[in-house]
């Protein structure tokens, strides 16, 4: 047996900035209870290595692809077959998994990887006695979308065969993140609530240039879809010019160039308004903020709640609902206002909300036992797995899904 212990954690990363954060959370947590535990992250964000990891925290990065509008799937950088570019991702995923030989495998939201990249990993692992377990969200998507989608994917046989357990990364009173889907009995009894992932600032990365006197932090995650929230705060201070605190508008790395060229100009012509295009320590940002302004992602609200920040949400409605529910749930408990985008996004609406916003409630003035408790658990229950002799399977047999 040997003497470390080691990781492995899967984020497919076809768009954006939220698995990959949420993954290096939770290496980072693992790594700082466990000074003997090494962590390996496989990802196919393109970003990764703007990142600042720990010591003892790595990554491996798989050639990138991206979601299309139709929904289909195309190399992100590489001039060649979508086919030849998952084969690759493939191959790198499993001969890795077949070297690092980790003593616990954690799958981040797709249960099969990106067109199933990752069945074969997960049969050679299981066969090996290597303890799998899939993290979810607290909210996927509505059940209209998310029960035909995990159908076609063959979702529920993995879960069943494969998986020893699944964490979900929230609490059951704001959202059970597969409601309304068909789960087997034998699937419900590995689901395992942990609350949310705590955040903290980096202490020893360097603190980004923040302004001088009180702002609203305006953030859309990866900035990819977040342009019309964007412009709905830029069109609240072009029509209020007297609005109290200043914004700092963080545009993300994914936002399209001209739209961050267009934002840019707008900004510097207000007094009162400040941009930039991405910020790696973004936890510091808004850990200095007076409030925030920020679509509703995972990340940005375990953000929200772990520094207690006064937060108005606009929620995303397309293509998924999942930042629209978690923000409609939050709200009703007080933790957060929502403001949602009817399409005419009133520049005195929001107006409105960014002059309310820093005399609204802190989430802390609500009590949710366990919100926070998130890594904690996950510590807890890694910990449970990793401290149990392996114990070798015989190798299910699920088909790769074409």
């Known amino acids: 047996m040997r003497e470390h212990r080691r990781v492995l954690i899967y984020s497919h990363d076809t768009f954006g900035l939220g698995h990959l954060r949420r993954c290096r959370t939770i290496a980072h947590a693992l790594v700082e209870r466990d000074k003997g535990m090494s962590v390996l992250i496989l990802s196919g964000s393109p970003i990764i290595g703007s990142f600042d990891f720990r010591s003892r925290v790595d990554f491996v990065r798989v050639p990138g692809v991206i979601k299309l509008r139709d929904g289909d799937y195309t190399s992100l950088n590489l ?31 797709e249960p099969l990887g990106l067109r199933g990249e ?45 998986y020893d357990e699944v964490w979900v990364y929230g609490l059951p009173q704001i959202c059970d993140p597969l409601e309304g889907v068909k ?24 603190v980004p240039d ?15 879809d977040g342009e019309d929230m964007v412009d709905w705060v830029l069109r609240a201070y072009e029509h209020d010019p007297d609005l109290p605190n200043r914004a700092l508008i963080v545009l993300g790395p994914f936002m399209q160039r001209e739209l961050q060229t267009e934002f840019l100009a707008r900004a510097a012509a207000l007094p009162k308004v400040e941009a930039l295009t991405f910020e790696a320590q973004l936890e510091t940002l808004m850990a200095n903020a007076v409030g925030v302004v920020a679509m509703g992602g995972y990340n940005t609200f375990c953000e929200i709640l772990s520094f207690d920040k006064r937060a108005l949400i606009v929620p995303r409605m397309v293509p998924r609902l999942e930042q629209y529910i978690r923000a409609s749930r ?73």
């Not at 979508?82 to 998994?97: D, F, W």
């Not at 409105?352 to 890594?375: E, K, T, Y």
């Not at 910990?383 to 074409?402: D, G, I």
């Open 79 to 109: 001039h060649i077959d979508i086919e030849e570019t998952l084969a690759m991702r493939a191959s790198i995923i499993r001969h890795t998994a077949e070297i690092f030989d980790p003593d616990l495998f954690i799958v981040d939201k």
């Open 118 to 162: 990752v069945l074969e990993t997960l049969q050679m692992l299981k066969s090996r006695g290597t303890p799998l377990v899939l993290g979810l969200r607290d909210v996927m998507d509505e059940p209209a979308a998310l029960a035909p989608e995990w159908e076609r994917k063959k979702v529920m046989p993995a879960l069943d065969k494969l």
């Open 210 to 224: 923040m302004p001088d006197t009180p702002y609203i932090l305006v953030t859309p995650g990866g900035g990819g």
């Open 183 to 206: 789960v087997p009995p034998s699937v419900r009894r590995k689901m395992v609530y942990t609350g949310y992932l705590e955040r903290k600032t980096s202490v020893n990365a360097a």
């Open 330 to 402: 939050a709200q009703e408990l007080g933790l957060v206002s929502m403001l949602p985008d009817d399409g005419a996004r009133d520049a005195e609406a929001m107006a409105a909300a960014l002059r309310h916003l820093p005399q609204q409630h802190v989430p802390s003035d609500v009590i949710v036992p366990g919100l926070l408790d998130g890594l904690e658990n996950v510590n807890r229950l890694a910990e449970r797995h990793l401290s149990m002799p392996r114990r070798p399977a015989r190798r299910p047999t699920l088909r790769r899904r074409a």
